[in-house]
């Protein structure tokens, strides 16, 4: 189809209904520098089809149904620098498939169906971007992102991750930014940070966290912006350090005063800032209730179902079940006080009700009886008047 066109550098195919990439498409266009396949509904790509695009430099293969990429499709595209893969049915990427990339600075995965990253599916390259948000990712391995040394962006929001491993983020010197928002962490590796020197944003914020290791928080005093909210922080002794370091730091937490106490009951909504040794330091286990003991009985990540807005920059990586269980001995704990007060505020409502219709009823029989004096007042002039006329 495209053998003629044997100096073209950019070819344009997407939005079509191209449902199959031939093998032998695009043999003849060593030239070609852009290729635009995205927007249409491809699921197999065989291997060797890209084989002729030794100067390709930009590939869009987003926004298709592709389910699988065969280990050697881009084996030949050594001087690509932009890679789109996003909004496709990828469940997984096998081991050597960004191997020979020794030009590409960005690789859009964002919105597949990931499920696990090994260690060895990125090779060394220059990469910049990595995007992997909204998939269906639930834990980090050791070194899976090692080779990317000049990493500045790393977005995996939106995903199901329940754990990270401590070396998940090792041999990233240049990483800047990071997102972990809006999946299910329940506990942070105390080292997860370490030898990071260049990052500065770190987001957080909803995911199922109930107290961070105080040598984590030490690693984070170069960071500029920390966001941390929307988890149940469990406020007993163990959120001392958290305590400690917002107060120390307080301009580098985003939104500080929404960080608040998920448990125990009489401390539920308290600013974390806010708390006072003496807040802690007479709680007791039976405090919590029984079911305290395992974090993922009591707290999930909230507003998971939520859809924000998708990432469009470094400072807003990405822009969201709301946990309704509680403890079952929160009633046995509550209910004499809140009987209480429910008792107290009932009392005082009826007390004012009726001091205020005492008040009304005064104010209008004081009217009545006015009007009846001044009437009664103006019949005696009139009698007195007639009576001195006569």
């Known amino acids: ?15 079509n209904s191209i449902n ?12 070609l520098k852009f290729l635009k396949l995205n927007h249409n509904s491809i699921k197999e790509i065989p291997v060797g089809c890209f084989d002729a695009l030794v100067n390709l430099e930009e590939l869009s293969l987003q926004e298709n149904q592709i389910e699988h990429l065969q280990g050697q499709l881009f084996r030949n595209q050594h ?48 990469l910049k971007e990595l995007w992997l948000y909204d998939n269906k990712l639930t834990h980090l391995e050791d070194n899976v992102f090692s080779n990317l040394t000049q990493l500045q962006l790393l977005v995996l929001s939106r995903n199901q991750i329940v754990s990270v491993s ?13 997102s972990l928002e809006h999946n299910q962490i329940q506990s942070l590796p105390k080292e997860l940070f370490h030898n990071l020197p260049a990052l500065k944003q770190i987001d957080l ?41 917002v107060r120390l730091y307080p301009s580098k937490v985003v939104n500080l005063s929404n960080m608040v106490c998920r448990s125990p009951p009489s401390l539920h ?18 405090t919590f209730g029984p079911e305290s003991t395992t974090t993922s009985s009591l707290f999930t990540s909230t507003e998971m179902q939520s859809k924000p ?13 709301s946990s309704n269980q509680t403890p079952k001995h929160k009633e046995d704990i509550n209910g004499g006080h809140d009987n209480e007060t429910s008792l107290s505020q009932n009392t005082l409502m009826i007390l004012t009700t009726v001091l205020c219709t005492a008040v009304i009823v005064s104010v209008i029989t004081g009217c009545v009886c006015r009007r009846r004096c001044q009437r009664s007042g103006r019949d005696l002039n009139r009698q007195a008047k007639r009576s001195s006329f006569v």
């Open 1 to 15: 189809m495209f053998n003629s066109l044997t100096n073209l550098q950019s070819l344009l195919l997407d939005r």
């Open 20 to 31: 199959y990439v031939p093998k032998d498409l695009f043999q003849k266009q060593r030239a």
């Open 79 to 126: 001087k690509l620098k932009k890679l789109f893969l996003s909004n496709n049915r990828l469940s997984f990427l096998p081991e050597g498939i960004f191997l020979n990339f020794p030009r590409l600075m960005l690789i859009s995965l964002f919105q597949n169906q990931l499920q696990h990253l090994s260690p060895g599916v990125f090779g060394p390259m220059p």
């Open 166 to 178: 401590t070396g998940a983020f090792s041999e990233l010197p240049k990483l800047v930014h990071i």
């Open 205 to 245: 914020h909803n995911n199922s966290l109930t107290t961070l290791p105080e040598e984590l928080l030490d690693t984070l005093q170069t960071v500029d912006e920390v966001n941390l909210t929307q988890n149940p922080w469990r406020c007993d002794f163990n959120i001392l350090p958290l305590r400690n370091w």
């Open 269 to 286: 909504n308290i600013s974390i800032a806010s708390l006072s040794d003496d807040d802690v330091s007479s709680l007791t286990s039976t």
């Open 309 to 321: 807005p998708t990432p469009t920059s470094y400072r807003n990586f990405t822009s969201p079940p």
